[in-house]
């Protein structure tokens, strides 16, 4: 019963490191987002991908780029951190269909320093 | 753009007890979907209840039941007989159906504290 699984866990960074965080989902599913959440706030989308090969930008998608080079894997990637990246970041997936619920991975905290 | 405010930071409750936990949306859209999520403090996001705007019946799920008035753009949990396990973040979700990649947006969450 994986799930989504995210790797690393928890990652600490220096201003202008890069770094990618990778998600893997075992239910086929078509869809894959990227969410961060902020300290006392909900989650707030960064990228998502509606099929293998595809992406598209979320709200703040500022800083990020992602790939979806196969469909179980979406990877989000850091090219120049900042400390305003500092966050829990979120992966999940969805079914397609009216009611596809988000199935989320545990998080990967990661501190930009 | 929609919008979904929970206008609750944090909310007390004694155990055993009834509580409701507000969620309001704005969305000009005739088809969408609310959401509700926990997250406890360990972290993970849980699927809780999901509830379509075209359903004729608020949904139902366990403990949790969703108090859905479309005319006011609310969809309200409602959580039963509260357990300590209860304890946690609450976020609802707004869904557009006629988005390309069925991505929620969420609101800013509701802790909530169920008492001994």
């Known amino acids: 019963n994986a799930g989504v699984t995210q790797t690393p866990k928890f990652r600490v960074l220096k201003t202008g490191q890069s770094m990618t965080l990778l998600c893997a989902q075992d239910m086929n599913h078509e869809y894959m987002y990227w969410y961060r959440q902020d300290p006392g706030m909900g989650l707030r989308l960064i990228h998502y991908?509606?099929?293998?090969?595809?992406?598209a930008k979320g709200e703040v998608p500022d800083g990020y780029n992602v790939s979806r080079l196969k469909k179980q894997n979406f990877l989000l990637g850091l090219e120049s951190a900042a400390p305003s990246q500092t966050s829990v970041y979120f992966c999940a997936s969805s079914r397609t269909g009216i009611v596809g619920e988000l199935f989320f991975g545990e998080g990967s905290r990661l501190t930009v320093l | 753009a929609q919008k979904i405010t929970q206008t609750q930071p944090g909310m007390f409750v004694q155990e055993k007890e009834a509580v409701t936990l507000d969620c309001t949306y704005d969305t000009s859209d005739p088809s969408y979907g609310l959401f509700w999520y926990k997250q406890p403090s360990s972290g993970e996001m849980i699927f809780l209840i999901y509830?379509?705007?075209?359903?004729?019946q608020n949904a139902t799920e366990g403990r949790y039941s969703l108090n859905f008035q479309k005319a006011r753009k609310s969809a309200n949990l409602v959580i039963s007989a509260s357990q300590l396990g209860d304890s946690a973040m609450y976020f609802c979700a707004l869904r557009m159906n006629n988005n390309a990649g069925n991505m929620l947006t969420f609101g800013g969450g509701t802790r909530l504290m169920v008492k001994p």
């Open positions: 509830q379509g705007s075209y359903d004729q």
């Open positions: 991908s509606v099929g293998e090969g595809t992406t």
